[in-house]
């Protein structure tokens, strides 16, 4: 059975955070993703090294508008950083802070319309200008014709 070294779910989540910050979004998920797997291995889930990784991976999710994991990812990070430090501690308020944005980002929508244009005439639809012809003699058509 392989057994990971200590340092190496440090090494991912520091490459994940560089990577993080140059907006690789995708690229940072997946090496926070090799370090929770690590870390959820040696450590298990309640532990706040696990919760940190919750975070960051919950903010890769909401940077690629993947709000549903988000939440959940921010969930779990809120649940332990709450068991193991409780409400007051600035990693807490920070989760509480993220959680609470994402959900208000959720319903904050706007529904915008454009202008409406204008339906063209049939006789355009149909090729035409949409304005009269006058006739072949130059007059507008009244009278009697001629036999």
């Known amino acids: 059975m392989y057994t990971p070294l200590p340092s190496r779910p440090h090494s991912y989540a520091a490459i994940g955070g560089i990577l993080f910050h140059l907006e ?3 690229v940072a998920l997946n090496f926070f ?24 991976i919950a903010c890769c999710y909401d940077m690629l508008d993947r ?19 409780g409400l007051t501690h600035p990693r807490t308020t920070t989760v509480l802070r993220n959680l609470s944005r994402i959900r208000q980002r959720r319903l904050d929508f706007s529904i915008k319309f ?15 200008d ?6 072949a003699k130059g007059g507008k058509g009244k009278g009697k014709k001629k036999k």
Do not use: W
């Open 33 to 56: 993703d090799k370090a929770l797997a690590i870390r959820e291995e040696t450590l298990g889930d309640v532990h706040m090294d696990t919760a940190l990784l919750f975070n960051n």
């Open 130 to 135: 949409g304005k009269k012809k006058k006739s």
């Open 67 to 85: 709000v549903t994991e988000a939440v959940e990812s921010f969930q779990k990070a809120k649940d332990v950083f709450t068991y193991e430090y």
């Open 114 to 128: 454009e202008p409406r244009k204008p339906t063209p005439c049939a006789a355009v639809l149909a090729g035409g």
């Open 24 to 26: 690789q979004y995708t």
